[in-house]
């Protein structure tokens, strides 16, 4: 009889080797599910946030990060900003809210130092520095 093993559970908070902070659930919005679950429902998207991590200038700017970030995925929307339209907006923690449409929470939040990316379900995700928040669909 074969035996099934089980990956073992993605700690909450943890650091690359590089210095990029992640962390799985930030608003600890999807109890239930499990944080290795989480982190694969971004997809490709971590693997775009750690090259842009690589490249962060000294003073990153929200539109460079999310450019650097679309330079790696290879189809950006250029300076298209979903939080533009009157209907959304973004909480300070991360929370994304649309008119009509249930609040998101982050799947994860990668901290680069300077600026902080959330991905989000549907292949959203945003890039904060300081005040400036810009959100785009990356599929």
């Known amino acids: 009889m074969q035996t099934k093993t089980r990956k073992p559970e993605t700690p909450k908070h943890f650091s690359t080797g590089t210095g990029l902070k992640i962390t799985i659930d930030p608003l600890d919005a999807f109890s239930g599910i499990s944080r290795n679950k989480l982190f694969e429902a971004t997809g490709l998207i ?5 090259e842009a991590h690589l490249s962060i200038a000294e003073e990153p700017t929200a539109q460079g990060v999310l ?73």
Request: no cysteine.
């Open 46 to 50: 971590p693997y775009f946030v750690a």
């Open 67 to 139: 450019d650097d970030l679309n330079d790696s995925y290879g189809f950006g929307l250029g300076e298209y900003n979903m939080l533009d339209d009157e209907a959304a907006s973004m909480a300070e923690n991360g929370l994304y809210s649309y008119e009509e449409d249930p609040d998101l929470s982050p799947l994860v939040e990668f901290d680069l130092g300077g600026a902080t990316v959330w991905v989000y379900q549907y292949a959203l995700v945003a890039v904060k520095v300081g005040d400036d928040v810009i959100m785009q669909r990356m599929d």
